[in-house]
């Protein structure tokens, strides 16, 4: 499952994502409780079943054979980060060697404003994430934003549109699980848990295209009502095609996973 953390229309919709007839415009932030404060396209050490305060925070205690979700500080993230790219480089199929890449962007990114991090593990084997999804608070300043700005620029939209998008958005950076833990409810219930109480307009990734739209992490995002900002854009650097997907904030109450797969 991959975001970044991977052509469909609404009848009666000219543009799917056109947030500026969303009638939500003027509406007042979310109150939210402050979250701990990220590859720019979108494992094993044994952390502790019961994390410490400094390691992050569970929210809630979890049942008898339910995932155990952390919220974690970007000094738990930077201390995990080994364990945490391993499940990125399985999910995304990488060769090893890719995470001593990665790492760095990765840290560097926890210190991005609004950023947060949330990760699971099953109850069975504790000391192990199986799971990641982390994002941050987009900027005019960050490469990802400038490479979506210059596709969306390249694809006939205007420069008002474009400004309404990228004007107020969470990036929704990566999003992964480890392949033999797929098919759980683990990466819906990790979206979820990192977007419910985001107080951003918009909520933005990028995925890599893929026949049909046939894989589980483009499923996921269209059951969350994600739409389509740009298809097939090809970032400085990788050969994939990917797509830009986006849609408003804040999540509706439906979206909401399972008790027995995560918090409600």
Do not use: C
């Not at 990220?38 to 809630?60: I, K, L």
């Amino acid at each position: 499952m991959f975001a970044s953390l991977e052509h469909h229309r609404i009848t009666g919709i000219e543009h799917a994502f056109d947030v500026l007839n969303d009638s939500r415009t003027d509406r007042q932030p979310v109150k939210r409780r402050q979250p701990p404060i990220p590859d720019e396209h979108r494992f094993s050490v044994n952390p502790p079943a019961e994390p410490p305060a400094e390691t992050g925070t569970a929210r809630h205690e979890p049942a008898r054979g339910a995932p155990i979700f952390v919220d974690l500080t970007p000094a738990a993230f930077r201390a995990h980060l080994p364990q945490l790219l391993s499940v990125y480089v399985a999910a995304m199929k990488y060769p090893r060697g890719t995470e001593s890449h990665r790492a760095p962007m990765w840290s560097e990114h926890a210190g991005r404003t609004g950023w947060q991090a949330v990760t699971v593990a099953l109850p069975e084997d504790p000391g192990t994430f199986v799971g990641i999804a982390y994002g941050y608070r987009g900027d005019p300043h960050q490469w990802w934003n400038q490479q979506v700005r210059t596709g969306m620029r390249h694809t006939g939209k205007s420069r008002e549109y474009i400004d309404s998008v990228l004007g107020d958005y969470f990036e929704l950076t990566e999003l992964h699980v480890r392949p033999d833990t797929q098919g759980l409810g683990l990466g819906r219930s990790l979206l979820y848990r990192l977007l419910r109480d985001r107080t951003e307009r918009t909520v933005l990734l990028s995925t890599p295209e893929v026949p049909g739209e046939d894989n589980r992490a483009w499923r996921l995002y269209r059951r969350f009502g994600f739409v389509d900002v740009v298809r097939r854009f090809v970032f400085t650097g990788d050969a994939r095609p990917f797509a830009v997907l986006g849609r408003t904030l804040p999540l509706e109450p439906h979206l909401a996973p399972p008790a027995s797969t995560g918090p409600s």
